[in-house]
Structure formats: C-alpha cells, structure tokens
C-alpha cells in the first residue's frame, strides 16, 4: 500500500513541487516576519499559545531560522543552488522535513486559533507530501 502511495506520488513534476514548496515556505517566512514587525499579532501562530512578546520573539526567530534552512535544502535538491554536499544527508533532512510538517499538521489540529487550522492545516498536508515527493527522486 504504502508504494502505491509513493508512485502516485511521483506523477507530481519534479520542478513544480521544488517550486511549490519555495513558493509556500517563502509566504511562511514572510507571514513570520510580519508577526515579529508586529504587522500580524503573535496570537496567531504557534497555535496561539504564545503568552508574551518576549517569547514570541524567540519563538518567531527560531521559525524563521527553520524555514531558511528548510528552503537552503530544497533548493539544494532543486539544484538552484550547488554544493558538494552528501546526497543521502539532503534526503534524509527532507524525509524529516516531511516527516515535520505532517506532524505541524496535527499541531495545527489543535490551535486554539480556528483561522490558524483553517489556513495552514491544508498548507503543511501539502508540504508534507511534497516534501516526500521530493525525497523520493533521484535528482541531485
């Protein structure tokens, strides 16, 4: 079952889930960046549970050190940018990459913040898969 799922999986162009996946991550880091100006307020990330500013602070920075590295790989993978760097190191981050947006899923499950599940619930499904997509293919 679980290689069927794979195969589909592989009918999805190799380009376009690169792209996708920068394209997404990239509004996260701007929808981070605004939250840390101050433009969007921190109740809405981190399942609304941040309690202060300070700590949306270290919070925000952290996401927003996550999702740089996130888009560094990828595009390493997509091969918009060359390093000699192992090719089993790049997919072994992005089957854990996969592996921690399908668990942001379920924490978006449990916001407190409806708009929060409602938006980024089907954004980090989508990643996830993506990022398995991605994971999956022998280009690098």
């Not at 949306?56 to 595009?75: Q, R």
């Not at 599940?117 to 022998?138: G, M, Q, V």
Request: proline share 1%.
């Amino acid at each position: 079952m679980f290689y069927y799922h794979m195969r589909v999986l592989k009918y999805i162009n190799f380009k376009v889930a690169i792209k996708t996946i920068i394209v997404l991550l990239s509004c996260m880091l701007i929808y981070h960046l605004l939250i840390l100006s101050g433009v969007i307020s921190y109740q809405y990330a981190w399942g609304g549970r941040l309690e202060s500013k300070k700590q949306m602070l270290v919070f925000e920075s952290i996401g927003v050190l996550i999702t740089l590295l996130i888009i560094f790989v990828v595009a390493i993978k997509g091969n918009y940018i060359k390093l000699n760097i192992p090719k089993i190191l790049i997919t072994v981050l992005l089957w854990f990459f996969a592996a921690f947006f399908a668990l942001n899923t379920l924490g978006n499950l449990q916001s407190i913040n409806a708009l929060e599940t409602l938006i980024f619930t089907p954004i980090t499904i989508i990643l996830s898969l993506l990022f398995i997509r991605i994971a999956i293919d022998k280009n690098l």
